[in-house]
């Protein structure tokens, strides 16, 4: 059934750049893409909507795509992209740590490829971005 397929995947990346989406139950691919021209960071898989998932990579962009690889859409940076987390409140709302120092929190419900928000409190790279598991709108980085 397509539910049991859901719960049986499991997606990781490479240095290489490549991302795979895993059948854990078969021990086999469902789908290899390359998004990235050079290392995958860090992937999350939306909780909320099972039909995404975000990588982050040192060639300064977050890619958002499905698990079959078509991509939705790509949020360039200006350095190294380190963390990605999806909001457990809000299915549309993405969080990026970038090598800048800026968290920027996207929506990927809107037409436009701008962060909507960009928050400055850090003086070096962001490595990690994690949404509260309790706080709707509480980001820590």
Excluded at 113 to 119: D, G, I, M, Q, R
């Amino acid at each position: 059934s397509s539910e049991e397929m859901e719960e049986h995947r499991l997606v990781c990346s490479s240095s290489k750049g490549e991302v795979v989406v895993w059948n854990t139950k078969q021990g086999r691919v469902l789908a290899k893409m390359t998004h990235h021209t050079q290392s995958t960071f860090r992937i999350a898989w939306n909780q909320r909507n099972a039909k995404r998932i975000a990588s982050t990579s040192s060639d300064g962009q977050c890619v958002v795509f499905s698990p079959s690889g078509r991509i939705i859409v790509r949020y360039k940076h200006p350095a190294a992209v380190y963390g990605v987390d999806w909001s457990p409140f809000h299915p549309n709302l993405l969080v990026t740590g970038c090598h800048d120092g800026i968290v920027r929190v996207w929506d990927t419900d809107s037409s436009s490829t701008s962060p909507v928000h960009a928050l400055k409190g850090h003086t070096e790279r962001v490595f990690n971005t994690v949404w509260s598991p309790l706080l709707p709108n509480y980001v820590a980085s």
